[in-house]
């Protein structure tokens, strides 16, 4: 079954840039998703279809995908992103989702 | 703007089958072409995607629970709603229902959740 690696955990300063990376076989073939889980919270669509952004998620927030890794951009971190970021793609080959497995970001 | 509450016991005992439905507002669940899931997340763990449901009945389900899986749709309700049987403590969690979102691409159709329900805790427990 198809699986996808985040690292536990990202540490960076406010004002400063994190990247989060969601690593996959050959998942610059697929379509990936991010998330954003505050606690007590549900999670919010961030980034969708590699890259795009919903209405209302700053520009701050930015994605790629290529080759063996895709990445979530997160430029001027600010305090309130500290939150839990989770990548999703569909695996058609079994025909169900896939989650990495969360990364917590923390804002130093 | 749509928004989805689920709701159902939040404690079941050993055994029992849990129940969850998600009440869909703010617009018709057959409108579009959307499928509705089921996600669950344990306690300081991530996220589990438990299965789908389109508006016609087809579904689509997780193969780790698939023999305890039973979603559902009630169109003239605006609801889904999950069944899980033979539940354990394992199957402590907070039970998200989402909107799957559908692009057709190169070679697949993609899919993502926007929006989800606030969340519900089902505790198994006797």
């Known amino acids: 079954s198809y699986v996808l690696t985040q690292p536990p955990s990202v540490s960076v300063a406010p004002g400063q840039t994190a990247r989060i990376t969601c690593g996959g076989n050959?998942?610059?073939?697929?379509?990936v998703h991010w998330y954003q889980q505050k606690p007590g919270q549900a999670p919010v669509l961030v980034v969708y279809?590699?890259?795009d952004r919903p209405s209302g998620i700053p520009e701050r927030f930015s994605g790629s995908n290529s080759g063996n890794t895709a990445t979530l951009t997160i430029s001027r971190v600010e305090a309130g992103d500290e939150a839990d970021y989770y990548c999703q793609v569909w695996d058609s080959s079994s025909d169900r989702v896939v989650f990495g497995g969360g990364t917590k970001l923390t804002v130093l | 703007q749509v928004q989805l509450q689920e709701s159902g016991p939040g404690l079941v005992k050993p055994s029992q089958t849990l129940s969850l439905t998600c009440t869909v507002s703010g617009g018709s669940i057959s409108s579009g072409s959307y499928y509705w899931s089921w996600i669950r997340q344990p306690a300081g763990k991530g996220l589990e995607w438990i299965g789908r449901i389109y508006t016609s009945g087809s579904t689509n389900y997780n193969p780790s629970l698939k023999s305890r899986v039973t979603i559902s749709v009630d169109t003239s309700k605006n609801q889904f709603s999950l069944k899980l049987s033979s539940v354990t403590a394992a199957d402590t969690a907070v039970y998200y229902c989402?909107?799957?979102?559908?692009?057709?691409?190169?070679?697949?159709?993609?899919?993502?959740?926007?929006?989800w329900g606030q969340g519900t805790l089902v505790t198994v427990s006797s």
């Open positions: 279809d590699d890259s």
């Open positions: 989402a909107r799957d979102v559908q692009k057709k691409g190169s070679s697949s159709w993609y899919y993502w959740f926007d929006p």
């Open positions: 050959n998942i610059g073939s697929k379509s």
